[in-house]
DNA sequence: GATGAATGAGGATTCATTCAT
DNA sequence: TATGAATGAATCCTCATTCAT
């Protein structure tokens, strides 16, 4: 609920609402902004400066609507992840146990990629050892919340396995995924095509045998 | 005897400028800071002062040595590319055609591991999106290096692919690795040799059906 | 109204960036204030900090004006060529035949002495065998720009000279000028005075005999 | 006299006799050195390191002659100096009176101008508005030997004129040779020829009118 | 709320000079 | 003595952040 701003109480005061409406056009302006200079900068060696220029307004008002750097990339962070539970949120929802795994594991890389390569933030943003100690703290709830998600989906398919060997099965998806999307990123057409079917192999069978072999075409 | 330096330096490794003793030790001190500090805080965010300052040095004595904070990491790089050679480099020889691809993955990722355990600098500086211009170079002759071993290993047992299927492959196995590497890193003891184990899993798994399922239990 | 900013900009001389007229003031405070640095210790020797904090100011706003040391003097070479236009422009205008070549030099020496006695700058921005790279540029262009209207002067006065040696004698007043100048800003008073006007016999019995002898009191 | 330190007593030490010997040549390749680099770069931008590595030394080696930059330039001029004055000290020798002034200037600023072009450092020490401090005094101090030497030769030309107004013709002409070696050093060949000649017809036609018009022709 | 200006600490790098060998 | 190493203050410049208008 990272727009409970929005939903507020509306007393009489005009203000706030306007404040809020143009508040919010701005804010989208500087994330989006944001994200196009993370993307090409990096966090670290991104200034606030440039993301202001690049939104087209003075540093002044950047930081009128945030109290500092590492605030943009967080929330840049939520809105994103935000952004992926409305709109791809199912991907990881618990599926219908007779879905054979390979249909399984293709829809959510293919839901979670389609994502991937239109917002490329993400990935700058979930990816980086430049990050500094307090956004860590997004990536991390971020990492926690994907891993989670996961984690109970394997949880229903793995229901002989260990906690702990459910969330190691977990990361190590995850950390599949991550640097498939990095491949993927990296090419274009047919290429990063063909890259998308590798990263599907390679979770599929790594899934295959702790999930019963329940292959689709067995 | 003003040139009796010349006459002594041809000892180590033909450097460009002779060198004393001294001033070796000082290199490999300031590359040991160098690492520990791009280590905690990546390339981008990591100080020449705060590495001169690791180190036990003033800035200028750092740059006696180096001439800019890139060529720290280069010449980092390069060393490490270099003992990796030296130490690990049978990893990734052509194996036996008879080792089961079991065995051969595993010894290869035990090396891997236990290098980049050793030296995790080596995943800081081969990891960032954040690492800009010139470094990349080292970067990217790396991973050329890397990717073309992997390549030429993989070509042996997969004699019916396409080149571009080789060196997808290749790449893909990389990025498991680096993957894995950023997991195991993350963890220690019994849970990092489980993250281990895990990774052998992945990539056994994902070659197994490419180089004609020649498991070592067939 | 995000943009009124660049509606009231149209006044000035269409800046690329819309300022605020304090940012003119202190553009005009740095100025003078490099000019007096410079003055005192040579472009080369003078450091931005100095500058900045001769203008009262901290070296950001220095930055935020000029993007380096070389800009501020390339601005106030321009703008002091500028002014030297304005004001003393017609001292090079090409003068009436009948004008005495020594009232024709006496006054234009006179304008340009007191414009650089004034600006002491000048002198010190256009002789400088220490000046670096891209200055050199602003001082040629002045350089040029002089030279030729000398030149075009001369040429109406020695109609038999070829342009080589137009040019040649345009460069050797230019070079008495300067050595005066040089002179004249080493003494005050009476002493300057008297400097002034060995400059201008100098000139005048240099010239006489090329232009014709064509002395007022002949 | 510069060069006392090798008249020196020469005790049964052995070390300083021999430590002379090399320590000239040391001095000289140095000198040399910072000649180049002078010319090159100015004194200001020009760095000890730069001048070590010109001369093949180390920075150690020339501090163990000379305790500082200053010191480098101050010997340099010093040296140049006294060259002058053993090779082309007759140069400014009092003329006979019955030597035509055109005869007298040509044959001086013939000599001045070889000497000049041949060690253009010279010129570079004695002109920067970029030199500081106490070099001006080595600066100066030429300065004053050649405005003494200019003026005795003047004196007995121009019998009738006031101290003062000597020497403010002295460093009238002095400013004029200066303001013309700069365009002799800036053309070569024919080009160059003709400036000097230029020098010299400024000159001469500066001082007949002050030194009774004892023109050669006349 | 918006702007451009202002800040000043910090970062990369240089350089005159001193030191250890 | 010669060398290369060491120093640290000073340079140029950047940038997150705050302020005045």
């Not at 950047?62 to 409305?86: C, S, T, W």
């Not at 229901?159 to 998806?173: G, I």
């Amino acid at each position: 609920m990272p727009d409970n701003a929005q939903t507020q109480a509306q007393t009489q005061k005009e203000q706030p609402r306007r404040r809020q409406a143009r508040g919010e056009r701005r804010i989208a302006q500087l994330l989006e902004a944001a994200a196009r200079v993370f993307c090409t900068t990096g966090y670290t060696a991104a200034s606030t400066n440039a993301i202001a220029r690049e939104a087209g307004v003075s540093p002044g008002t950047l930081y009128q609507f945030f109290p500092n750097k590492e605030a943009i990339a967080i929330e840049l962070g939520d809105r994103l992840v935000h952004e992926m539970r409305e709109t791809y949120g199912e991907a990881l929802a618990p599926v219908d146990p007779a879905t054979p795994l390979e249909e399984a594991i293709g829809s959510a890389i293919d839901r979670f990629m389609t994502f991937n390569t239109e917002h490329p933030v993400f990935f700058a943003l979930m990816h980086g050892p430049d990050i500094p100690g307090r956004i860590a703290e997004t990536h991390d709830q971020l990492h926690t919340t994907l891993t989670g998600r996961i984690e109970s989906l394997l949880a229903s398919l793995m229901p002989a396995a260990t906690a702990a060997d459910v969330t190691r099965t977990a990361h190590v998806c995850l950390g599949i995924y991550k640097a498939g999307l990095e491949l993927v990123l990296a090419h274009e057409g047919a290429e990063r095509a063909a890259y998308v079917q590798e990263i599907k192999d390679v979770l599929i069978r790594y899934l295959a045998p702790l999930v019963g072999d329940r292959l689709g075409h067995g």
